[in-house]
């Protein structure tokens, strides 16, 4: 069973960036042909997804936060990342690590979510 969990501070200033891990158990992030993913959901507003990093190391961005996203991985500890710089109150949201197969629809295992506020 694939497990995902998030993890890092669940307060950050303005303009500081919001770093995020998602450590993943009981599968290896290279492993054909899973993409590992970012999604976000502000308050009252629906899902949003941010970008993925493939088992090959690939990586896309949502073009509405390309240049402020970042998202890397360790394969040696199974984990992934997300950075976004230059937050704003807006960035406020439940911040989930999830895996795409390809093979599937959607999304086909998730983290529980973690809270970030942005706020001074």
Not at 8 to 20: D, I, Y
Not at 43 to 56: D, M, N, R, S
Not at 86 to 110: I, Q
């Amino acid at each position: 069973q694939v497990q995902l969990q998030e993890s890092g501070p669940g307060l950050v200033k303005p303009s500081q960036t919001l770093s995020l891990t998602c450590t993943v158990s009981g599968g290896s992030i290279t492993a054909n042909y899973h993409y590992w993913t970012w999604i976000r959901q502000p308050p009252g507003k629906g899902l949003e997804w941010i970008g993925h990093i493939g088992y090959q190391g690939s990586i896309d961005y949502s073009p509405s936060l390309e240049g402020r996203t970042s998202i890397s991985r360790d394969t040696s500890r199974n984990q992934f990342t997300l950075q976004l710089s230059s937050v704003t109150p807006e960035d406020t949201a439940v911040y989930y690590c999830a895996r795409h197969d390809p093979k599937r629809p959607g999304l086909d295992y998730w983290g529980r979510g973690t809270q970030v506020t942005v706020s001074s």
